[in-house]
């Protein structure tokens, strides 16, 4: 389970980047949320993430780290990084993203996280207006399904659905999502060559195409379900000008 921001490791495996189709990962839940806690990963979704640094507001640079109630949780967090799930405490959590100088974002609150339930928040927006978005993950399936998260502020409305990877794409949309919002879509008990987009109707945005086997490398054949791993997400971010990662990043969940 991976995300990357550039080559940063997460979970337990490698980011395979999509060429000219967006960036992927693998993540899942690695253990339940204890009594009283929730499960939260954290995805960085902001284009830039700028404090005032004399006098200007000036974006943080890779130095920066991610700090939950004052304890940091990712030594680095840069655009599109996605950490691993952890417990923490159920209510609102307060997030800092800061520089190795101190110089920060935040803290930015979340709403209340209710116990026993597993969240992904994405921290987005842009100066000075930022905001940490909770979304509740969707109960563990048996069939397969694909989640679309809406974390793009500068694109409130999308649609989002899937391709066959050989041959001709066939994109075929499957819904839309709202900024804020996670929409998830049943798409059969077993899938193979497979992939999901966001976009507008069937046209996928630049770098908005994620195909299966881009998450993980090992899943040759881009089937679902893959171990234990029945769903494919995207998260839809605001783009960030001169990167290959983003706006949609892709990951394997239960």
């Given at each position: 389970?991976?995300?990357?921001?550039?080559?940063?490791?997460?979970l337990?495996?490698?980011?395979?980047?999509?060429?000219?189709?967006?960036?992927?990962?693998?993540?899942?839940p690695?253990?339940?949320?204890?009594?009283?806690?929730?499960?939260?990963?954290?995805?960085?979704?902001?284009?830039?993430?700028?404090?005032?640094?004399?006098?200007?507001?000036?974006?943080?640079?890779?130095?920066?780290?991610?700090?939950?109630?004052?304890?940091?949780?990712?030594?680095?967090?840069?655009?599109?990084?996605?950490?691993?799930?952890?417990?923490?405490?159920?209510?609102?959590?307060?997030?800092?993203?800061?520089?190795?100088?101190?110089?920060?974002?935040?803290?930015?609150?979340?709403?209340?996280?209710?116990?026993?339930?597993?969240?992904?928040?994405?921290?987005?927006?842009?100066?000075?207006?930022?905001?940490?978005?909770?979304?509740?993950?969707?109960?563990?399936?048996?069939?397969?399904?694909?989640?679309?998260?809406?974390?793009?502020?500068?694109?409130?409305?999308?649609?989002?659905?899937s391709?066959?990877?050989?041959?001709?794409?066939?994109?075929?949309?499957?819904?839309?999502?709202?900024?804020?919002?996670?929409?998830?879509?049943?798409?059969?008990?077993?899938?193979?060559?497979?992939?999901?987009?966001?976009?507008?109707?069937?046209?996928?945005?630049?770098?908005?195409?994620?195909?299966?086997e881009?998450?993980?490398?090992?899943?040759?054949?881009?089937?679902?379900?893959?171990?234990?791993?029945?769903?494919?997400?995207?998260?839809?971010?605001?783009?960030?000008?001169?990167?290959?990662?983003?706006?949609?990043?892709?990951?394997?969940?239960q």
């Amino acid at each position: 389970m991976l995300a990357r921001t550039g080559l940063l490791p997460s979970l337990a495996a490698a980011i395979v980047l999509l060429a000219g189709c967006g960036t992927s990962n693998d993540s899942t839940p690695s253990i339940a949320a204890a009594p009283g806690n929730v499960q939260v990963r954290f995805i960085q979704g902001s284009p830039s993430l700028e404090a005032i640094i004399g006098g200007q507001p000036t974006d943080l640079g890779p130095s920066t780290y991610l700090s939950v109630d004052g304890t940091t949780v990712a030594s680095s967090f840069l655009y599109a990084y996605l950490t691993p799930f952890a417990n923490y405490h159920s209510g609102s959590l307060s997030l800092e993203a800061l520089d190795s100088s101190g110089y920060k974002v935040g803290p930015v609150k979340t709403t209340a996280l209710a116990a026993g339930k597993s969240y992904t928040v994405a921290l987005v927006g842009t100066y000075p207006n930022y905001k940490a978005l909770a979304f509740e993950e969707p109960a563990p399936q048996s069939r397969v399904t694909v989640s679309a998260y809406g974390a793009s502020p500068s694109v409130p409305n999308a649609d989002f659905g899937s391709f066959v990877t050989s041959g001709q794409r066939q994109y075929k949309k499957l819904g839309s999502v709202t900024l804020g919002e996670i929409a998830t879509t049943n798409v059969g008990t077993h899938v193979t060559n497979f992939g999901a987009y966001i976009g507008h109707g069937t046209m996928p945005v630049e770098r908005g195409a994620i195909a299966v086997e881009s998450v993980d490398s090992f899943d040759t054949r881009g089937v679902l379900p893959f171990h234990n791993a029945t769903r494919l997400s995207l998260f839809f971010l605001d783009p960030k000008g001169g990167q290959s990662l983003g706006p949609v990043l892709g990951s394997l969940d239960q």
